[in-house]
């Protein structure tokens, strides 16, 4: 992980693997139950949301009144073969699982803050996997601690648990609910027992969870894609403060605390969500695609191509491209082939490792008057990198259109976006960063202008790391934290 100052004088490279100057994405949860195919449907379904986290990845499936599980580092490729599938239950008619795919937003990077996590406590067997972040997880862990738990990992994950596992008097779908009415913060769950699966989404559904149906089975996912890709049908997103238990029964809702305003994250829409994935009835390509108009429609500019930052701001420039009238071209080609694991490159090998993850089609760009259009500046580095790239590669002018506002307040709810002080909007304005990334214009979208483009109403989306208008309250401590850099030294204007 490469971090470098956004006005460095010198260049250095895009962070090639691990880009820290975008956000990054958070986790992705996948639950069925009632398909002897289980355990395979799960691991499918963690490739289709590969895209929400490559640290690491598991399953666990109940197996004759028991859960078994297995998590690795990398991806979903490394962490799973053949044998282990077998082990957990793959073609021995085990019919619910519940699976997880984790970037590491709180907790370390180490395999015991992998997820599922898998807990045995009074009430049974429990296996649970989180997407989000819990606000207050400092605070209750305290409380726990001087309860006398005790913590194996750093996870926000491992507070519910140890929450369920105090009430284990209690029937678990009711240990679970009042634990959960304790969580503030954004969060998507699955759960699973030896006799059922649970799924429960925050009571401002910040973080989104969709329920489908696959024969008589049904399966719960981060993402619609998954869905997709294995063959299931959306039935409806879960609503904020829910709790779903799927038994032998059937499909029971419950909520486990009364629901605030729905608050999904507009980020879902601009970056982190795949786009073939639709959320609240709406395809983010779709989305994405009017993000673009949009930006045509409020700054245009005479130019020659538009072309979109690979993969996420290609929807976005193509609706750029429709509404400008200016054609579409792939000015950059991006490498997928590096995996986690490559060397950064020494200094001297710096230019080279540059060109190793993104390459602009030089015969398309030279002499060009270009629209590079992307989906968020965070601390600037990329973009910077990125109009170098084209201007080296013989680009005549390179104007930079951002599909969303200026970035300037951390997220609390499960995304990684770095401390305030490290996201160049928010102690500049968009002048100062148009010199920085060395662009000829740059151009954000309105906050307003990009709620009207997405639909619905600036009350039904969480839009905080934009405006600094949290939808949960953000304990005092954290947002210092938050406040802060890395290094605890609180930034000055
Ligand atoms: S603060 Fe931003 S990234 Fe975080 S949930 Fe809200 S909209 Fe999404």
């Known amino acids: 992980m490469i971090r470098r100052c956004p006005e460095s004088p010198d260049k250095g490279p895009i962070p090639i693997d691990n880009d820290v100057s975008r956000p990054r994405e958070q986790c992705g949860v996948f639950a069925v139950y009632g398909d002897p195919r289980a ?3 799960t691991h499918y379904a963690l490739y289709a949301l590969q895209h929400r986290g490559q640290e690491s990845a598991g399953i666990a499936a109940s ?3 028991a859960i078994r599980f297995h998590r690795g580092m990398g991806l979903v490729s490394e ?6 599938l077998e082990d957990l239950g793959g073609s021995a008619g085990v019919t619910a699982a519940i699976g997880h795919v984790r970037y590491s937003t709180t907790g370390d990077t180490n395999l015991a803050n992998a997820q599922p996590l898998k807990i045995r406590f009074i009430g049974g067997e429990l296996a649970l996997a989180h997407n989000g972040n819990l606000v207050n997880a400092g605070e209750l862990r305290r409380e726990l601690e001087e309860q006398g738990s005790i913590f194996q990992t750093t996870l926000d994950t491992e507070v519910i648990a140890h929450l369920v596992a105090r009430k284990g008097g209690l029937p678990v779908v009711e240990a679970i609910g009042q634990s959960l009415s304790l969580c503030e913060g954004g969060y998507a769950l699955v759960f699973l027992t030896p006799k059922a699966v649970m799924a429960a989404r925050d009571p401002n559904g910040i973080r989104p969870l969709s329920l489908g149906r696959l024969g008589e089975a049904w399966v719960v996912a981060s993402e619609t894609c998954a869905f ?9 997103d879960l609503d904020p403060g829910e709790l779903l238990v799927i038994d032998d029964s059937g499909i029971k809702s419950m909520t486990f605390k009364r629901p605030g305003e729905l608050r999904l994250c507009i980020f879902e829409y ?13 395809n983010v390509h779709a989305a994405r695609k009017r993000l673009g108009r949009r930006l045509a429609q409020d700054f245009p500019v005479d130019a020659d191509l538009v072309t979109g930052v690979p993969d996420s701001s290609i929807s976005a420039a193509s609706g750029y491209a429709e509404a400008s009238g200016i054609p579409y071209e792939m000015g950059l ?11 950064q490159p020494k200094q001297e090998m710096r230019d080279l490792g540059v060109h190793l993850k993104l390459n602009p089609l030089r015969s398309l760009v030279r002499g060009k008057r270009i629209v590079l259009v992307d989906d968020s500046i965070v601390r600037g580095t990329t973009s910077r990198h990125i109009v170098s790239l084209l201007r080296d590669a013989g680009a005549k002018e390179v104007h930079l259109r951002i599909s969303s506002p200026p970035y300037r307040y951390p997220c609390h709810f499960g995304i990684d976006t770095r401390a305030r002080s490290e996201l160049i909007a928010a102690f500049k304005d968009p002048e100062e960063i148009e010199r920085i990334v060395g662009a000829d214009s740059l151009r954000y979208l309105s906050l307003d202008a990009m709620i009207e483009a997405v639909g619905c109403g600036r009350r039904d989306f969480c839009v905080s790391c934009f405006d600094g208008n949290y939808p949960v309250k ?3 401590g954290v947002s210092k934290r938050m406040f802060e850099g890395p290094s605890g030294s609180p930034i000055t204007r």
Not at 274 to 282: H, I, N, Q, T, W
Not at 333 to 343: A, E, H, L, S, W
């Open 79 to 84: 962490v799973f073969d053949r044998h282990i």
């Open 270 to 282: 601009i970056y982190f969500a795949r786009p073939d994935s639709d959320l609240r009835g709406l």
């Open 39 to 41: 355990v395979e449907l």
């Open 228 to 236: 997709d890709t294995i063959g299931a049908t959306f039935e409806r």
């Open 333 to 343: 080609i991006k490498n997928r082939y590096i995996g986690r694991t490559f060397i």
């Open 474 to 476: 953000i304990p005092e």
């Open 63 to 65: 197996k004759d009144g």
